[in-house]
């Protein structure tokens, strides 16, 4: 590859591996209160990036890294360096908890919005382009992505649930994983029956490619187009664009929100909901 090729790889690296699209640990150790100083960051940056990011500022880091607030074409975001200032750190740094340092180095720096409360979340989406799948049961709300394999995991352990009568799903179907997934997501909320679109995709669904099975919509109508991009920004709002994201109230009657699937069962999972009518938790 070469190096120019590299160079914009890194770039692209910057701009999207702090959404969550990638995920990676990074060993944590004690921070020596030694940083790498600006005009060092700018040289490595200016290195690896071949001038396509600019350092605006540096601030200590977690584990003895350097934390870079970056410009790159036109975006503000966050990388890091290491103490020796011949590496630079592009993507999430997650500590022995999970949480990601550069998110939250983000939001503290104001470089974005602080995410939306579960419940302001989950009364925002009882007024989306949704649908509601069962009849009976405690209600979740999922957001999903057609071309998301994870969602498609969900999909598939919810239905026995839905099916039984023990849950019900408020479907937000939105679009960011890949090139299909808008005008897959435009032919799922633009079909007469977007359950029956949605299990057409479902049952379709490439697990060797992961791609959902519907076909994509050619010339989705315009409150369909602001349809699908009104559902991603808000998922956008709950500080991560990952899918699926599930909004739940608790046994206290408090809305939880969570990225991603739980390593417990959502049979288990289930079994502990409460109440979520239109959008807000009852007690």
């Known amino acids: 590859m070469e190096k120019k090729s590299i160079a914009l790889a890194v770039a692209l690296f910057i701009i999207g591996g ?27 940056l200016e290195s690896v990036t071949h001038g396509r990011a600019k350092a605006e500022k540096v601030f200590p880091g977690p584990g ?9 074409e036109g975006h503000p975001t966050i990388a890091f360096a290491t103490a020796d200032g011949k590496y630079l750190v592009a993507g999430p740094v997650l500590n022995t908890q999970g ?3 550069a998110h939250a180095a983000m939001l503290k720096l104001g470089l974005i919005p602080k995410p939306t409360s579960p419940a302001t979340m989950a009364a925002k989406a009882a007024h989306t382009d949704s649908f509601v799948l069962g009849t009976s049961g405690p209600e979740m709300i999922a957001f999903i992505d057609p071309d998301c394999i994870f969602c498609h995991k969900f999909y598939e352990e919810a239905k026995p649930l839905i099916d039984a009568g023990k849950l019900r799903v408020r479907y937000v179907v939105v679009a960011f994983l890949k090139k299909s997934s808008g ?4 032919a799922i909320l633009a079909a007469k029956d977007p359950a029956m679109a949605l299990m057409e995709n479902e049952n379709s669904f ?4 992961e791609e959902g099975g519907i076909q994509p919509a050619q010339n989705p109508g315009t409150a369909t187009i602001s349809a699908v991009k009104n559902n991603t920004k808000l998922l956008a709002e709950s500080g991560e664009m990952a899918t699926p994201t599930l909004i739940y109230c608790d046994q206290k009657g408090a809305a939880t929100l969570v990225h991603g699937l739980k390593k417990e069962s959502l049979k288990d999972l289930v079994a502990h909901l409460g109440n979520l009518q239109n959008g807000a938790c009852q007690k």
């Open 183 to 186: 005008p897959k997501a435009a």
């Open 99 to 101: 949480t990601d340092e």
């Open 18 to 44: 702090l959404t969550g699209a990638v995920v990676d640990r990074f060993a944590v150790v004690p921070h020596t209160g030694t940083e790498v100083s600006l005009s060092a960051a700018e040289s490595l």
């Open 206 to 209: 490439n697990v060797g490619t």
């Open 64 to 72: 003895g890294l350097t934390g870079i607030e970056v410009t790159l």
